[in-house]
């Protein structure tokens, strides 16, 4: 079995949440009991399912054998208490430290004449409700909770309990996506070098601070409809001495930014946080927001279509015990149809996989492959004014 590496040992930085020996060793506990639930009690399930005997034709079917066996009923339990432990510990964790952890972000994103403030905050954006109103897998309060002026909490408990949640696998500064797609851009495209790049949904910017190490002369623009993950975000950047990425509060689906105006559009693990209405419009933003011979990519999940009934199943688990209202939907809609309706030509349109480097090493191993976390992506590259999609 992997082991993750203790808490102690994710990236430190002057944002980061101070803990007590008592909370690390919490937060490892979390850490190990879903690295068990992964790699011992998943298997039990897979082996119950196939004593059954039975041929389901869909995830549905195999929901109705499946949801009262005990090997499952272990698992999703065990899945859905370590999810509420973490979101408890890490509640108590920044709850004894919300107004220093304000402070310190108020500190870290005020802007000087060294290091011009780059965070963009509008009260006046209007936060989509499947946001604003929904408390993302098991989160309270969601991404947009104020508990006090300019608040950071949810957003330190995002920072400090993913950890826990993917089992250390993340590596220690939690962007495992953001390398698997500087990985992918560095094997396929080696030459594609862009020179405006913009983060969709970037939350706390773990996985826009890859992007700057690969193209260190790129202007990055991170958006985000949730100001308390902007702030933390801009502070976090800033404590690991990235100054020069813009974070701004923008709905992903109709931003302020001009047309034509970028040559890298992506998003890492958004898709699925959005909804029947916005998805189109986001993958329409895409689209605006490229120039010809840009490059979107959208990395997320894998889609079912073309997983087998039983693994469908598994992977639904978060959309009906983790609240993830869209999870579901998004997984069965047909996004390289999608991507076309939103403006891409059919021919530009592609799906991939993108695989995380092991964060010990700058470079993946052939091992590193084997279980490194890797994301299913969909993309597009923008036609060129005049050429056609072959040309
Ligand atoms: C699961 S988080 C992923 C954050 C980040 N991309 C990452 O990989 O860590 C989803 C983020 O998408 C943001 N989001 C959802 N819909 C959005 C929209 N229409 N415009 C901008 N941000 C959006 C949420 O506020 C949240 O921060």
Same mark, same amino acid.
């Given at each position: 079995?992997h082991h993750?590496?203790p !808490?102690h040992?994710?990236a430190?930085h002057?944002? %980061? @949440?101070e803990?007590?020996?008592?909370?690390?060793?919490r937060?490892?506990?979390?850490? +190990?009991?879903n690295?068990?639930?992964?790699?011992? #009690?998943?298997?039990?399930?897979?082996?119950?399912f196939?004593?059954k005997?039975?041929?389901?034709i869909?995830r549905?079917?195999v929901r109705?054998?499946?949801e009262?066996?005990?090997?499952?009923?272990?698992?999703? #339990?065990?899945?859905r208490?370590t999810?509420?432990m973490?979101?408890?510990?890490?509640?108590?964790? @920044?709850?004894? &430290?919300?107004?220093?952890?304000r402070?310190?972000?108020?500190?870290l *994103?005020l802007?000087?004449?060294?290091k011009?403030s780059r965070?963009?905050?509008d009260?006046?954006?209007d936060?989509?409700r499947y946001?604003?109103?929904?408390? &993302?897998?098991l989160m309270?309060?969601?991404y947009?909770?104020? !508990?006090? *002026?300019?608040d950071?909490?949810n957003?330190?408990n995002y920072d400090?309990?993913?950890?826990?949640?993917v089992?250390?696998?993340?590596?220690p /500064?939690?962007?495992?996506?953001?390398?698997?797609?500087?990985? !992918?851009?560095?094997?396929?495209f080696p030459?594609?070098?862009?020179s405006r790049i913009?983060? %969709?949904g970037?939350?706390?910017g +773990? *996985?826009?601070?890859p992007?700057?190490q690969l193209?260190?002369?790129?202007?990055?623009v991170?958006?985000? @409809?949730a100001?308390?993950? #902007?702030?933390?975000? /801009?502070?976090?950047?800033?404590?690991?001495g990235v100054?020069?990425i813009?974070?701004?509060?923008?709905?992903?689906?109709?931003?302020s930014?001009?047309?034509?105006?970028?040559d890298l559009v992506?998003?890492?693990?958004v898709?699925h946080?959005?909804? /029947?209405?916005?998805?189109?419009?986001l993958?329409?933003?895409s689209h605006r #927001?490229?120039?010809?011979?840009?490059?979107?990519?959208?990395l997320e999940?894998p889609?079912?279509?073309?997983?087998?009934?039983?693994? &469908?199943?598994?992977?639904d688990?978060?959309?009906?015990?983790?609240?993830?209202?869209?999870?579901?939907?998004l +997984?069965e809609?047909?996004?390289?149809?999608?991507?076309?309706?939103?403006?891409f030509?059919?021919?530009?349109?592609?799906e991939?996989?993108?695989?995380?480097?092991s964060? &010990?090493?700058?470079?993946?191993?052939?091992e590193?492959?084997g279980r490194?976390?890797a994301w299913y992506? @969909?993309?597009? !590259?923008q036609?060129?004014?005049?050429?056609t999609?072959?040309?």
């Open positions: 079995m993750p590496l !808490w040992r994710i430190h002057d944002m %980061l @949440v803990t007590t020996h008592d909370e690390r060793a937060l490892d506990t979390i850490a +190990h009991l690295v068990f639930a992964a790699q011992r #009690l998943a298997p039990t399930v897979k082996a119950a196939e004593r005997g039975v041929t389901p869909d549905h079917e109705q054998v499946m009262r066996d005990p090997a499952f009923r272990a698992w999703s #339990l065990v899945r208490n999810m509420e973490r979101q408890k510990t890490g509640r108590e964790i @920044v709850g004894r &430290q919300r107004e220093s952890l402070d310190k972000a108020d500190r *994103n802007g000087n004449d060294a011009r965070l963009h905050l009260p006046s954006l936060v989509p946001v604003a109103g929904v408390d &993302q897998h309270q309060g969601g947009t909770a104020e !508990w006090l *002026n300019r950071v909490s957003a330190a400090a309990g993913m950890f826990a949640t089992g250390g696998s993340a590596g /500064h939690n962007d495992a996506a953001g390398r698997a797609l500087c990985e !992918w851009l560095r094997r396929e030459a594609f070098v862009p913009v983060d %969709l970037c939350g706390l +773990h *996985n826009t601070l992007l700057r193209f260190p002369a790129a202007e990055i991170a958006l985000d @409809v100001a308390p993950m #902007l702030r933390y975000g /801009h502070a976090r950047a800033r404590a690991l100054n020069d813009e974070f701004r509060q923008e709905d992903a689906t109709r931003t930014l001009a047309a034509h105006s970028a992506f998003s890492t693990m898709l946080e959005t909804s /029947h209405d916005a998805l189109p419009r993958l329409q933003e #927001l490229l120039r010809g011979g840009g490059l979107c990519i959208h999940q889609p079912y279509r073309g997983l087998n009934p039983f693994e &469908q199943f598994m992977r688990w978060d959309g009906r015990y983790n609240n993830e209202p869209f999870w579901s939907a +997984h809609s047909d996004l390289r149809q999608m991507m076309t309706k939103a403006g030509s059919e021919d530009l349109v592609f991939t996989r993108c695989v995380a480097p964060w &010990q090493s700058s470079r993946p191993t052939e590193d492959f490194a976390p992506a @969909v993309g597009a !590259w036609a060129v004014e005049g050429s999609a072959e040309g």
